[in-house]
């Protein structure tokens, strides 16, 4: 069988790799049932749902044509890990609104049509629900603000 569509099959088998990740982590939680969920439920599920669509784009990527892979460009990977690397190093001393923050920041910088405003916006937009979401209406033991 021929790849028609190499940025497809690419994309659906980094997919299925990213399910298999999640779900050898979810193996060790409790599974529950429908009616009674324990931890592991959701997690197992929701990688199941995205090994199957991984695997419905890897198919169609044999059917039809479609775009071929291209270089990876370091100049817009390395500012997304770094916005990644950066909330994942403050989330507990700075708190979700400054750990965000950064995160927008520091990962818009990869857009090749950045814009200060519109990142300033979006970003305070998305933190906000973050930080209403989250902490307050799933009470999730998440720091809003920096701890003095």
Request: net charge positive; charged share 10%; with cysteine.
């Amino acid at each position: 069988m021929r790849v028609r569509s190499p940025q497809d099959v690419a994309g659906g088998l980094a997919l299925i790799v990213l399910a298999a990740i999640a779900y050898s982590q979810a193996m060790e939680l409790p599974y529950g049932r429908a009616a009674r969920m324990g931890p592991g439920y959701f997690p197992t599920l929701l990688s199941g749902l995205i090994a199957l669509f991984g695997a419905i784009i890897a198919f169609g990527g044999l059917r039809a044509d479609g775009p071929r892979l291209q270089r990876w460009s370091f100049r817009r990977i390395l500012p997304v890990m770094a916005g990644i690397i950066w909330f994942a190093l403050t989330i507990r001393g700075l708190g979700l609104v400054a750990a965000g923050a950064g995160l927008f920041l520091i990962a818009s910088l990869a857009a090749p049509d950045f814009h200060w405003r519109g990142t300033v916006i979006f970003g305070s937009c998305v933190v906000a629900f973050a930080a209403v979401l989250f902490p307050i209406l799933l009470g999730l033991p998440l720091p809003i603000w920096p701890r003095l």
